[in-house]
């Protein structure tokens, strides 16, 4: 596979859809050149990923109306059709826009797709965001002309073949990180303008992502209370100017740890990072709902991210965790509740203390739960066509 370009389709910006990035350096760690296309970052900074990678967004379009996001798209489609007259190894799609966008601009190309967001077609939802409906229909519809097909959980694979009438179950990649071989800094520097000086000497749980009822943050800050740990301390980033974090604002003001709690907005990637390679704990309590398919069966991202970082992690009781917990990397909350999640976090606060925990994590990650060990199957298909041709 030596000089060969792989692209690379998102309509999500990497900075928010990680294993974009992860798979792009194993990839190119195999000597192929990787060209990623998306579009914007909502919080733009440069990252350093290595050499041999190209990051091309085309324009603003999580804010953008519907008519320009539709012009936007378009360009998506007539740029990815440039690049692939160029020849690539294989295109890889990571979502349901870049897959039929794909499979548009394909022509002899081997189309892989990693399906990082699980999606169904409802009828009774439909008018919700019809756009997105009717793509997410194409997309099941046509998923069998994918020549490579993976999801990040087994339980989404074998949904996935059910729902599609597959002849096999598509292959599962766990959303993990990758692991550069020689172990990064903690930029330290970038942690200390984050956070207030009197929590460099604490235990501090982390959470990166989206901030909303979905992932449970007022239930985390109350838990926090309850536990009332003096030497630990609380950063929450993500913090957006609606009715949600309004709430979680006063809850915290009324807080009796409201000193020991950091609520951030959305930061770079660059400073993220710097906060999951200085904090202790790393909080990831996405709730199931049983009736919608897109949260009842969760691969979260920021898992690979947090256990890439040697963090232990804090969830709720799920069969994506139950493994993590097993390897004693993990407290699992058994609800949702503040109180039950507060005894998940009394578990984790007492694991960190364990001698050889971060090399407990370290081992783990190195062994199994990397990019590197998880996209074998991948790398194997492009092997084989590479070989064949």
Request: aromatic share 8%; net charge positive.
């Amino acid at each position: 596979m030596t000089n060969k370009k792989i692209l690379l389709l998102t309509l999500v910006h990497p900075d928010f859809l990680p294993p974009v990035y992860a798979t792009g350096q194993v990839l190119r760690d195999h000597g192929l050149n990787i060209h990623i296309l998306t579009f914007d970052s909502f919080v733009p900074a440069q990252l350093d990923l290595g050499d041999n990678i190209i990051v091309e967004s085309l324009g603003n379009h999580y804010s953008a109306g519907l008519t320009e996001r539709l012009k936007l798209r378009r360009k998506f489609i007539e740029r990815a059709n440039e690049l692939v007259h160029e020849n690539p190894a294989a295109i890889i799609s990571f979502c349901p826009f870049s897959f039929m966008s794909g499979l548009k601009i394909k022509k002899h190309t081997p189309l892989a797709y990693l399906v990082l967001e699980i999606s169904d077609f409802i009828l009774p939802v439909f008018f919700n965001s019809p756009l997105s409906n009717l793509r997410n229909l194409r997309a099941l519809k046509n998923i069998h002309k994918a020549d490579f097909l993976a999801t990040p959980s087994t339980q989404r694979s074998a949904w996935l073949a059910g729902r599609c009438h597959l002849v096999s179950m598509p292959h599962t990649i766990l959303n993990t990180s990758y692991l550069p071989e020689k172990e990064e800094g903690t930029d330290y520097e970038t942690y200390k303008t984050l956070v207030p000086p009197e929590f460099l000497d604490k235990k501090v749980i982390l959470y990166t992502g989206a901030v909303n009822e979905e992932h449970c943050i007022m239930e985390l800050v109350r838990a926090f209370d309850l536990v009332n740990d003096e030497n630990s301390a609380l950063v929450i980033t993500g913090i957006k100017d609606n009715e949600y974090c309004s709430r979680v604002k006063k809850i915290v003001l009324k807080s009796n740890c409201e000193d020991r709690i950091k609520l951030l907005p959305y930061v770079t990637r660059a400073q993220m990072l710097s906060l999951q390679a200085n904090a202790n704990i790393g909080v990831c309590l996405q709730k199931e709902y049983q009736e919608s398919v897109r949260t009842k069966m969760i691969a979260p991202n920021k898992v690979g991210e947090y256990l890439y970082k040697n963090l232990f992690i804090l969830g709720i009781a799920s069969d994506y965790f139950k493994p993590l917990e097993m390897q004693g990397i993990a407290a699992l909350s058994t609800t949702s509740t503040p109180v039950e999640i507060s005894k998940a976090l009394r578990k984790a606060l007492v694991a960190v203390n364990e001698n050889g925990l971060k090399e407990k994590i370290r081992t783990f990650v190195k062994d199994h739960y990397s990019m590197q060990r998880q996209l074998k199957p991948l790398i194997y298909y492009l092997n084989e066509i590479a070989n064949s041709n």
